[in-house]
């Protein structure tokens, strides 16, 4: 099975030793020409020109105005004396790599509240399936980034700050010296099929009313993540399931997960009709493909956006599209 995943399209040429080599700011100033005696050959001939665009650590990012909400949207490009600019006012750089066309990417980290002329922000989570496939990858390296930053400003060895190195891929303990790298959480989400080849979805009591989706959670530690899978239904909705294959995998940087989109079908002489565990679920049933046509055109229930992998296992299984719930998000509305 092929799932289209919108966030792992095209990921960025790492160019490593211009990573750890030079910095964001001086390619920003100089170009090609900042690449230096450490620089492999093959990394710089990887590198042609450079751009910048803007992130924020909430996982938004800044776009070329657009208001039609079925257009492809791109990521807005910053000019050069802006970006220094705004280094200039603090704003993190990290150097997230080049894309097909020899561009090196430097993605700026702007403040959750910041507003930039000629840039419209839009949050990953809702609009990134309608990026094209370069931006797309920029963009999840980006947000990932930013989002990691935000999030581990002090040594969890000492408790002093720590500082961005290696152009945003690590950072440094300004007491210990302790480095740390980026992280992702492994995670697991499993579309559950009953003997019908009905679908569960479930609604987590953190959602707004009509939200659904597939049932998920962290691996623990020790844990393998087939485990997790049957671990996590049992506990939130009280199914036992067999027949676990792995589908996909899809980063999603809200804060920090790897998710590993699983199926899994009830077990066979066990109960099918869910129990939620009335904490973190608090209703779960299964659709048949009318059923879930009907409950989304009427509004009853909403899905995830098409940017998720919960999405494209969905449409897997459904064979198309879903169909839009009247209580869609916008994909372009404001994070």
Request: proline share 7%; glycine share 8%; hydrophobic share 40%.
């Amino acid at each position: 099975m092929t799932l289209h995943l919108p966030l792992v399209r095209l990921t960025p040429r790492a160019l490593v030793s211009v990573r750890e080599n030079v910095s964001p700011r001086a390619l920003l100033e100089r170009g090609v020409k900042a690449l230096g005696a450490g620089v492999s050959q093959e990394d710089r001939a990887g590198l042609s020109s450079v751009r910048a665009v803007v992130v924020k650590p909430n996982g938004a990012i800044g776009v070329i105005p657009v208001r039609d909400a079925c257009a492809e949207i791109e990521l807005a490009t910053i000019s050069t004396p802006v970006a220094l600019s705004l280094i200039d006012e603090a704003a993190p750089a990290y150097f997230v790599g080049a894309t097909d066309d020899g561009a090196g990417q430097i993605v700026l980290c702007l403040d959750n509240d910041a507003e930039l002329p000629g840039v419209q922000w839009v949050h990953l989570r809702w609009g990134g399936h309608m990026l094209g496939a370069s931006d797309s990858g920029v963009a999840i390296v980006g947000v990932s980034l930013a989002t990691w930053h935000a999030s581990y400003r002090f040594c969890a060895r000492c408790g002093k700050p720590v500082r961005s190195i290696l152009s945003g891929w690590a950072t440094e303990c300004s007491g210990c010296g302790h480095v740390e790298y980026p992280r992702q959480d492994p995670a697991v989400i499993v579309r559950i099929h009953d003997d019908e080849d009905r679908v569960l979805l479930a609604h987590n009591t953190a959602w707004r009313t009509t939200m659904c989706s597939l049932i998920a959670g962290f691996v623990e530690a020790g844990e393998s993540p087939e485990h997790a899978v049957i671990r996590e239904v049992k506990e939130e909705v009280g199914l036992d399931v067999a027949s676990v294959e792995y589908q996909a995998t899809q980063p999603w940087p809200f804060p920090r997960s790897q998710m590993i989109g699983y199926t899994a079908r009830v077990a066979v002489g066990t109960p099918v009709v869910p129990i939620p565990d009335g904490e973190e679920i608090e209703w779960a049933r299964f659709f048949s493909r009318s059923e879930l046509r009907d409950a989304l055109h009427s509004g009853e229930v909403s899905t995830p956006g098409p940017t998720s992998i919960a999405y494209a296992l969905l449409v897997d299984w459904y064979g198309s599209d879903l169909p839009e719930s009247p209580s869609s998000l916008d994909p372009l509305r404001r994070p």
